[in-house]
């Protein structure tokens, strides 16, 4: 009996009870009522979102803003990091700088940003950039630095230049440490486009979360959450899959 | 005297960026008539009059309250319900995938439940608060306490330690690194739940403040609130970092010997 029950993934008997459960505490509960919405109701919610056009260019709006604002901050970001890294003098000037920057979460700078850029979807992409430059050039610089020095000693030795050293040392040196920067900076671009939208009032799904709530309906809210939910995991996923593809060598 | 001249070369090397920046910017920005890019002198003689000390109590007091209740209750459950299911190997199985879900969810997305729950009071914050820091707290502690150097539980059991004991004093303490890194984002992810609060739900707090600002276009208030949001969460990460050397000064001692 028991060897029947322990054959289903953990997965599928967690998901099933907490709907179960969430469900229950939703149609029985103290907070059954118009501010809550049970696991059916969300479903609901979604499902009747869903069929709309209106949510799903707002699921593409938040995917742009955080794709472009990714793209952007690893195209500036790691040959920054590189450069930075080649040289002592430049990797201390501007660590504390950087560090200053990398823990300042972009929801600090919004209120200037929808001054100076307005609610648009060029603010959340500069949002995004802004959340991730530092982190990105900081760990790419430090994993330049980390390269083997006897390696970069016998390079110098067959007098291979600057940039062979470059490409066939201190980038492979540094591609783990980048590898999971990006990892990192991949699942903030997301969160920071939601939060670019809700608050911010960029365009996307963060904009339709805020509308409706304000207008009260509860069921689709908590349908944009579940949503949300749902591609922050298959995003964090599919970024696992493809570091392993990428930096098969570091086993990680 | 060597040694003073290193620190002071050390210091004039990382400090002369940040120099050059902020004398950059008084000097560009002194004759700016760009409505949105105000003289730095205009928001420096501001931000005295604001934050030191006048609108302190009223604005920022409330804030860190919440914030350091909300991480606190974070803490508690974070550690309690982690140390638990990290000790039995089923209890983590049935719940990974669930706290993965929902960690997965952006924490600034669930504000907006919470404010249909509890409305826009303190309470909402500081219950928005408290749920989105626990789960990184939650993952960390069930994964440092799983995951102990095998030869240390070996060493334990045959001194015959008890399971309890082997759980409080040597799974618990040695998942300290581990239960520290994820205290670090749940900080982060409290400061800017505690932010995110307080721009959604109007009213009071050093949120609310600089975004009621930039609604009312009162560009240089704006400006000296998001300076010192910048400043108090740099500042924060700082104490944080301060806590975990000192507790960890053990970890750190192993590190450099190995």
Not at chain 1, 129 to 136: K, R
Not at chain 1, 216 to 238: C, D, E, H, N, P
Not at chain 2, 165 to 187: D, E, H, M, S
Request: charged share 10%; hydrophobic share 55%.
């Amino acid at each position: 009996m028991k060897s029947a029950v322990s054959r289903i993934p953990a997965g599928v008997v967690t998901t099933v009870v907490a709907l179960l459960v969430w469900q229950l505490v939703g149609s029985f509960g103290p907070l059954h009522g118009d501010s809550f919405a049970s696991a059916s109701q969300a479903i609901t919610g979604l499902s009747s979102l869903a069929r709309q056009s209106d949510f799903w260019s707002a699921v593409a709006q938040t995917v742009e803003i955080a794709a472009i604002g990714f793209g952007i901050s690893v195209l500036i970001a790691v040959p920054l990091g590189v450069v930075i890294g080649l040289s002592r003098f430049a990797y201390r000037s501007t660590k504390f700088t950087f560090d200053f920057f990398k823990v300042i979460p972009p929801i600090v700078i919004i209120p200037i940003a929808i001054l100076a850029i307005g609610p648009t979807l060029e603010m959340g992409i500069f949002l995004v950039v802004f959340a991730n430059i530092f982190s990105v050039a900081i760990q790419t610089a430090y994993g330049v630095r980390d390269t083997d020095p006897v390696l970069l000693e016998t390079m110098k030795c067959y007098r291979m230049g600057t940039w062979s050293q470059i490409r066939y040392a201190r980038l492979p040196a540094a591609a783990s440490q980048i590898s999971v920067a990006l990892r990192l900076a991949a699942s903030a671009s997301l969160i920071v486009a939601v939060v670019a939208s809700l608050i911010g009032g960029a365009p996307g799904l963060g904009q339709l979360l805020g509308l409706l709530e304000n207008a009260g309906k509860t069921s689709q809210a908590y349908g944009v959450v579940l949503f949300l939910g749902i591609i922050g995991l298959l995003v964090s996923r599919a970024i696992v899959l493809a570091q392993r593809r990428m930096v098969f060598w570091s086993g990680k | 005297m060597r040694r003073a001249w290193r620190w002071v070369i050390a210091i004039a090397v990382a400090g002369w960026l940040p120099v050059f920046f902020i004398a950059w910017w008084w000097h560009a920005s002194a004759n700016s008539k760009n409505p949105y890019f105000p003289p730095l002198s205009k928001i420096w003689t501001e931000f005295k009059a604001n934050w030191i000390f006048t609108l302190v109590p009223v604005h920022v007091v409330p804030s860190l309250i919440n914030l350091f209740v909300g991480f606190a209750i974070a803490i508690v459950l974070g550690i309690g319900a982690g140390t638990l299911l990290g000790a039995s190997r089923t209890g983590a199985r049935y719940t990974e995938p669930l706290i993965d879900f929902i960690r997965s969810i952006p924490p600034v997305a669930l504000v907006p439940i919470f404010i249909l729950l509890l409305g826009l009071d303190a309470k909402m914050r500081i219950a928005s608060i408290a749920f989105s820091a626990t789960f990184p707290i939650l993952l960390a502690t069930i994964e440092g306490v799983r995951h102990t150097n095998p030869v240390l539980l070996e060493t334990a059991q045959t001194f015959r330690l008890t399971n309890q004991q082997i759980l409080w004093r040597v799974r618990v303490p040695y998942a300290k690194p581990t239960i520290f890194a994820g205290l670090q984002v749940g900080l982060q992810i409290a400061f800017v739940v505690t932010i995110a609060s307080e721009y959604l739900g109007s009213g009071f707090g050093l949120g609310a403040f600089t975004l009621n600002a930039t609604d009312s276009f009162l560009i240089v208030d704006a400006w000296t609130g998001v300076i010192l949001l910048g400043v108090l969460g740099y500042a924060l990460s700082l104490v944080f970092d301060a806590v975990e050397r000192v507790s960890l000064r053990w970890y750190y001692g192993q590190k450099k010997l190995a």
